[in-house]
C-alpha cells in the first residue's frame, strides 16, 4: 500500500540556517509526489510537486526538493530560512494514476524558527 | 486566498447530530475533492466528485456522504456524529490533471 512517512515531527531551526525536511515513500510506480504547507488556522498552499523529469524541483518561497528514486525519498530544502517559513509542513504522493488530488499525507513536520 | 470556499469555518455540535458542509470550487474547475485532518489520523482523503459524478473514494465512513449539483458546489454530509469525528474538513477543487487548491477548512467539533 501506498504510504508516505516523514520522520520528523517537529524541528526548530535559527532563522538564517539551512533546513531540510525528510520525507520517505512506497509506491508502487512513479510516484507523483508533492509537499504542502500549512500555516496556523490556513489551508494547504501547495509548495512544489514532482512528476517526472529533473529530479531537482524549484517550488515557491524559495523552497527546492529532490527526488531520489533509489531511497524512496522526497526531501524539501531551504537554503536560508525566514521567521515567516514557521508552519506544518506535508510532503504527499499522489495515489490515484494520474490524478493530483487523491493524495495520500504523510503526517506532517512543524517548523519553528528561533530568532 | 485559493478561490476555493468553504463555510461555515467553525461548527460545534452535539454527538449524534447531522451537520453539512459547504464547498464552493474556483471557477472551472470541476473536480472537488474533501479531506479530512484529525490529530489521531492526520490528512486523510475522503471523496472526490467530477462534474457532478462520485470519481474516487477514500477513506469515508458510511456516515459520511457528499455530493457535487449541477453549479458543481458540493457539499458533505456528517451524521450520527461522534466524537472522534471532530476534526477539519477541507474541500479543494481542480482542473482534471491538475494542481488542487484547497479551502481553509472547516472545523467542526462534537461534544
Redesign the interface.
Known sequence: AQSVTQPDIHITVSEGASLELRCNYSYGATPYLFW?VQSP??????LL?YFSGDTLVQGIKGFEAEFKRSQSSFNLRKPSVHWSDAAEY?C?VG??G???????????TKLSVKP | DSGVTQTPKHLITATGQRVTLRCSPRSGDLSVYWYQQSLDQGLQFLIQYYNGEERAKGNILERFSAQQFPDLHSELNLSSLELGDSALYFCASSVVGNTIYFGEGSWLTVV
Open positions: 504542502y488556522g490556513q489551508g494547504l498552499q501547495l510537486k506535508f504527499a495515489a490515484g494520474g490524478s493530483q488530488g487523491n493524495l495520500i499525507f504523510g503526517k506532517g
